[in-house]
């Protein structure tokens, strides 16, 4: 019966495995962006989160590390096994369990037929912790992997915030160009009304006609930049590429809440990779437990109920039960190198995590310097416009009061459209300074 319900589990669970994968599939299709879908950074996180393929690659990576962990765990369980045979011979022989069927059994069968159906139970009780050691080795391993799960998660988490950055900085310099467009077109009407008047020169009304051209091709690039910035940040999110999305957010100046030490305890404690590290070091001193538990006896309890059938004997049923002790005595050097090569595994995990420490420390302080360079020069962009728009509103009641020249007017509005995009730019830089910082620290 025990040997019917694990093979009925075996055949089953695929079965389960690939309906319930079918399912989710189909929920992931469902949970898609559709048209016309206002978004959120939180919203397009979320999304991107859920759909994106590197990261169903990551956790059936870290499913996998599971269910080794679950094999490594049942070899420190009772184990049974059923074997039949049916023999015909012209002398004795033995014949031996299939490969693969533990426990391993095998039969001393006599002259001419015979036919044996028997039950073996094995289980471990003394392994000198070479068990234990591997089943704790898995356990760090799966950690491990679940901490590449949450790494996987924090660069995918910042591409989307970056796509999303990018996107709302085509939206900035596209209402940059429409400024310049509708500032434009007050000074060209401003400009014919003086020419009709008689005030002003024919070349001047087509000075501004080009201006205003020029900017209305700015403004359409820009457009197309916005359309292209969308398609990047569906292609992040794992989205529909033909949904129609707009973006809730806006480009806003938020300076990190702490400071540079904080900063780096955190991504001492949480970083993923360090996190995954830390579990393979570990992992590698538990390997290297168990193959020195693999010099020590192995005791292992055995139990067998056995019925046979044979010309010779006639039938039989009865049982035995024991223990076994085995020690290796003579390996020609195995042991001794598997402990030899654990131990340099050891030594170059040691070596990477230290390695690690040193990158993640190098990436939050650059991080760092980069937010505070942001900050910096989103103040000088923002002092700047202040001062060119403050200037560009004298230079036009110059103009139209006739005390300045067309030209001087026309590059206040290019120095007015630098600066408004230095501004836009500023706040992009910034944002995704910040961005970057919370990658690096472990944050997403």
């Known amino acids: 019966m025990m040997v019917k319900l694990r093979l009925t589990l075996l055949l089953v669970a695929p079965v389960c495995l690939g309906i319930e994968a079918d399912a989710l599939a189909q929920n992931r299709d469902s949970a898609r962006p559709e048209t016309k879908v206002a978004l959120t950074l939180k919203s ?3 999304t991107g989160l859920r759909e994106n393929l590197t990261i169903r ?4 990576d870290a499913l996998a590390a599971i269910q080794e962990t679950h094999s490594a765990r049942s070899q420190t369980r009772p184990q049974v096994s059923t074997n039949a045979y049916l023999t015909y011979g012209d002398s004795p022989n033995l014949f031996y369990s299939a490969p693969g069927v533990m426990p391993t059994n095998f039969l001393a069968a ?10 073996t139970l094995m289980a471990p009780l003394s392994t000198g912790g070479r068990l234990n050691a591997l089943v704790k080795a898995a356990r760090a391993r799966e950690r491990a992997m679940s901490s590449d799960v949450n790494g996987v998660i924090a660069e995918t988490a910042l591409q989307i915030r970056d796509a999303y950055y990018r996107a709302l900085l085509a939206i900035e310099r596209s209402k940059v160009a429409s400024a310049k467009i509708t500032a434009v077109e007050e000074l060209l009407r401003t400009t014919r009304l003086l020419f009709e008047a008689g ?3 024919e070349a001047n009304v087509r000075r501004v006609e080009a201006e205003k051209a020029d900017a209305q091709r700015n403004l359409t690039n820009a457009q197309n930049t916005i359309q292209k910035a969308l398609l990047d940040l569906k292609m992040t999110m794992a989205a529909r590429l033909d949904s129609d999305i707009s973006l809730v957010d806006s480009l806003t100046f938020v300076p990190p809440s702490d400071d540079l030490k904080a900063n780096l305890e955190t991504a001492a404690r949480s970083r993923s990779e ?4 830390r579990q393979r070091l570990a992992a590698t001193r538990y390997q290297n437990g168990a193959a020195k538990g693999a010099r020590e006896p192995q005791v292992y309890g055995m139990a067998m109920l056995d019925s046979s059938a044979s010309q010779t004997m006639g039938a039989h ?4 039960v024991g223990i076994v002790v085995s020690m290796p005595l003579v390996d020609g050097g195995e042991r001794r190198a598997e402990i030899a090569r654990t131990r340099a595994v050891q030594e170059r995990a040691t070596a990477e995590l ?4 040193r990158k993640v420390e190098n990436e939050v302080r650059q991080a760092w310097l980069d937010v505070e360079t942001a900050s910096a020069n989103y103040r000088t962009a923002q002092a700047s416009l202040i001062a060119m728009q403050s200037a560009y509103e004298v230079m036009v009641l110059r103009v139209q009061n006739q005390k300045g020249l067309l030209v001087e007017q026309l590059d206040s509005l290019a120095t007015l459209t630098q600066a408004r995009s230095n501004v836009a730019e500023a706040l992009y830089d910034h944002a995704n300074a910040v961005a970057r910082l919370d990658r690096a620290v472990g944050r997403h």
């Open 354 to 357: 230290q390695d690690i420490e």
């Open 57 to 60: 690659v990551a956790r059936a």
């Open 44 to 46: 397009a996180m979320e």
């Open 110 to 119: 006599p002259q001419q037929g015979q036919a044996d159906l028997n039950l």
């Open 199 to 201: 005030k002003g020169l």
């Open 317 to 320: 049923t009865g049982y035995g």
């Open 274 to 277: 360090l996190l995954s590290a």
